[in-house]
């Protein structure tokens, strides 16, 4: 069974489209987060959610609106797509406790390439 | 402000060598979390280690062990004897210790290549 699953694993569009990448996790976590890798392979934090409320909103684009229906849950909305959008969206999870450690585990990577 | 540097970009290696990437770290907090990623050609992030600001004993994991030195501010991570597989980026990674749910502030990564 798969920790953490991101769909769609590519997503090719054009300009000025709408797309949704999706999250889950089935590890009990109950924070979840957005990463972003640039094409030189720099993450860094877009959001991060914690039992479905916004605890982490970095400087990102107010196009990118993430919804965490549940806490199993962070789905990432991109409206009106720009070709700086390319990247690699990572989706990771974590338990809050410090008991934990803060210890993220990542889904696969959603590749978007804005053409 | 929390900063990673990972001074190495690129590292070749031939296998069964050693090889140590270096990460040193800047941060202001007292208690915090000092990580290790592999991400392999395929482009999943593997988590490999995490260490407590407070714990300064050296691990070991098979082939793999961290330095961890609070006095330099660094986290190095040796490979021994390493193998094709090894060959991978590796980022070195920091976070708050004082609640869980924070970001991780990633160095820009190691790549590592092993050849045959």
């Known amino acids: 069974d798969t920790a953490v699953s991101q769909t769609p694993k590519y997503l090719v569009t054009q300009m000025g489209n709408d797309k949704s990448i999706k999250c889950e996790q089935n590890?009990?976590?109950?924070?979840m987060y957005w990463y972003k890798q640039d094409s030189k392979k720099f993450l860094k934090i877009m959001f991060s959610?914690?039992?479905?409320?916004?605890?982490i909103n970095e400087t990102v684009p107010n196009r990118f609106s993430p919804k965490s229906p549940d806490k199993a849950h962070l789905n990432l909305h991109i409206n009106s797509l720009e070709l700086g959008d390319s990247a690699v969206y990572f989706c990771?999870?974590?338990?809050?406790?410090?008991?934990?450690?803060?210890?993220?585990?990542f889904g696969a990577g959603t590749r978007l390439s804005v053409l | 402000a929390q900063k990673v540097t990972q001074a190495q970009t690129e590292i070749s290696v031939v296998e069964k060598e050693d090889v140590t990437l270096d990460c040193v770290y800047e941060?202001?907090?007292?208690?915090?979390?000092l990580f290790w990623y592999k991400q392999p050609p395929s482009g999943e992030l593997v988590f490999l280690i995490r260490r407590n600001s407070f714990d300064e004993q050296n691990e070991i994991s098979g082939r793999y062990s961290w330095n961890f030195q609070k006095s330099t501010s660094s986290f190095n991570f040796t490979i021994t004897a390493s193998q094709v597989v090894d060959s991978a980026v590796y980022f070195c990674?920091?976070?708050?210790?004082?609640?869980?749910?924070?970001?991780?502030?990633f160095g820009k990564g190691t790549t590592l290549s092993v050849s045959s």
């Open positions: 941060t202001r907090d007292t208690t915090y979390y």
């Open positions: 590890l009990g976590h109950d924070t």
């Open positions: 990674a920091l976070s708050e210790a004082k609640q869980a749910g924070t970001a991780l502030i």
């Open positions: 959610y914690n039992n479905k409320e916004l605890i």
């Open positions: 990771a999870s974590s338990h809050t406790s410090v008991v934990w450690g803060n210890i993220q585990y």
